[in-house]
């Protein structure tokens, strides 16, 4: 079935440092991929999405390519800031649309 | 702004005391959708509404049921709270065009706590 595999964290980077979170999949046919990211007490945030093979999604920063060669969606961003501290969720849409499969989250913690 | 809206943001109840979480939304969408989570979990879902179609997830407890009673509306009731129900729920929602990419947006969550 679809799935979702996430790097587990925590991470912790300083302020600057460069950001990768890797995230692949397991999916039939051509699921859409997305990153979440959820600030402490809060709902579920959209970051970026991506729909289809190549397609580059970003956002506020941060970026993440749908890799169908290697079933990946890596989330990148160049200088993290300490406001980047939360979760982030990699999930994908399938053949069920109405079903989301996410990842079990990776926290990020910045230091100043 | 269009959204989804959660209330309340926390909710304290008793142990086996019935309780409904609220959500509501103006984006008019077709799909609304309720999740748990646990701490340091991925959302889990437990069921979503097309429309009026209700579409319950096989592994959810008979203890949680839902109605939405309008497009913009859909409640979560607890029958009998137990201390493992205590969660984050997250309500979502999502255009319903099977044609198309199905983008889920979140309310800010509930915060139940069982005592």
């Known amino acids: 079935g679809d799935s979702v595999t996430q790097m587990e964290g925590p991470v912790t980077l300083s302020e600057e440092a460069f950001l990768t979170i890797n995230c692949t999949y397991t999916a039939t046919g051509y699921p859409s991929l997305f990153w979440y990211v959820q600030y402490p007490g809060e709902g579920l945030q959209l970051l970026l999405k991506a729909t289809k093979a190549d397609d580059k999604g970003s956002n506020k920063g941060f970026e993440a390519t749908y890799r169908k060669e290697t079933t990946s969606f890596h989330l990148e961003k160049g200088s993290v800031q300490v406001s980047d501290s939360a979760v982030y969720f990699c999930a994908l849409s399938g053949r069920n649309f109405n079903k989301f499969y996410f990842g079990s989250g990776t926290k990020l913690n910045v230091k100043p | 702004d269009a959204m989804v809206i959660q209330n309340p943001r926390y909710q304290v109840t008793q142990f086996g005391k019935p309780v409904t979480l609220s959500c509501s939304q103006t984006?008019?969408?077709?799909?609304m959708y309720w999740y748990q989570q646990k701490s340091s979990q991925a959302p889990k879902l437990l069921f979503h509404y097309y429309d009026k179609d209700f579409n319950n997830e096989a592994d959810t407890p008979d203890n949680f049921q839902s109605r939405r009673p309008n497009t913009s509306f859909c409640f979560l009731d607890i029958r009998s709270p137990g201390l493992g129900d205590a969660a984050m729920y997250l309500c979502a929602t999502s255009r319903g065009d099977r044609e198309l990419t199905e983008t889920q947006y979140f309310g800010p969550g509930t915060r139940l706590l069982v005592l």
């Open positions: 984006l008019n969408h077709n799909v």
